[in-house]
């Protein structure tokens, strides 16, 4: 039973029909992008650029990112996880999406979104999600993806928040 809800930099409702995936998306979703993946550690040593404060992965964090996923063998991870974003409205993530949804939109305890605006491709969805969680306490902050490593504060306040 979900007593809480918080949501950070996450779409939590599929895509609008017509949408064109990020160019992070497109590119890793290909041939190139894979091997790039694999025997690159991409995107994994640029992590940092997907940040509002780029140091903020950097150094004994980056790395402790990239480690797992140091050896080509293994790193089929990285190239899965690009692969479950949505590239149209036929991809199997659409319809879990829409149960997303719902189930957001129809969730009556305190709920609240922590949002980094510097986010290269959710960061200006904040609007949107605000409109499905009217009722949200709202934290916009000037963080990238990687919320945790930004403003690791404003999420516990948040979870504090929801928990009552």
Not at 73 to 83: I, P, T
Not at 96 to 121: I, M, N
């Amino acid at each position: 039973m979900m007593t809480g809800l918080v949501v950070m930099n996450t779409l939590i409702e599929p895509p609008k029909p017509g949408f064109r995936p990020s160019l992070f998306h497109r590119f890793f979703s290909t041939r190139t992008g894979e091997v790039l993946s694999r025997y690159a550690g991409l995107p994994q040593k640029a992590l940092g650029f997907a940040q509002g404060d780029r140091k903020s992965i950097s150094g004994t964090v980056a790395r402790a990112y990239a480690y797992p996923l140091e050896r080509s063998r293994g790193n089929e991870a990285v190239v899965a996880l690009v692969r479950m974003v949505a590239d149209d409205m036929e991809h199997p993530t659409v319809a879990l999406q829409r149960e997303v949804r719902e189930c957001v939109v129809g969730f009556s305890g305190r709920s609240a979104l922590v949002w980094g605006t510097k986010d290269p491709v959710l960061g200006r969805l904040l609007r949107r999600h605000e409109r499905l969680l009217p009722d949200a306490q709202v934290t916009a902050t000037s963080a990238g993806h990687f919320l945790q490593e930004e403003v690791p504060e404003e999420i516990a306040e948040a979870i504090r928040y929801v928990s009552g």
